[in-house]
């Protein structure tokens, strides 16, 4: 229990000193990949619990907190440190699929609490399109 507690003080204090680091420098190409693969992973994450249950739906849950804390740190970051010019117009358009996406991952939470593993699949389902969308739109001229 205390060794447990130690991880998650030593890994609030890391994410928290990342955090104020990143808002302190430009938002980098490195970062943002790194950013989208966490993303990534944590949709993988989630996938994985709807297709083989991971007890409890932890996989599941664990993937949405991944996404939803690359989330809280994109809100800080200033679109333009990483679009071009001609696409910094795109920057509502992302933050519209930032808080869709959000609300997706927080009424999955919410469904996997009532074990509704039909909902969870559906927002899943929704999310996945919130991420599709963005993608397009923004990576299409790249």
């Known amino acids: 229990m205390i060794r447990k507690l130690s991880k998650a003080l030593l890994f609030t204090s890391l994410l928290a ?8 420098a430009h938002y980098t190409k490195a970062d943002r990949i790194k950013d989208m693969i966490t993303m990534a992973e944590g949709m993988e994450q989630i996938q994985s619990g709807l297709l083989y249950r991971c007890k409890e739906g932890q996989c599941i849950i664990k993937g949405a907190e991944d996404i939803k804390s690359v989330l809280v740190h994109l809100e800080k970051v200033d679109p333009k440190d990483f679009l071009d010019a001609e696409q910094q117009y795109a920057h509502k358009f992302a933050q519209k699929r930032q808080l869709m996406l959000n609300m997706y991952l927080n009424e999955m939470l919410e469904e996997l609490k009532r074990k509704d ?8 389902g929704l999310a ?10 923004l990576r299409s001229n790249k």
């Open 17 to 24: 000193a990342s955090v104020l680091t990143a808002e302190e």
């Open 128 to 137: 996945l399109r919130e991420c599709t969308s963005c993608h397009m739109r």
């Open 117 to 124: 593993m039909d909902a969870v699949a559906h927002n899943y």
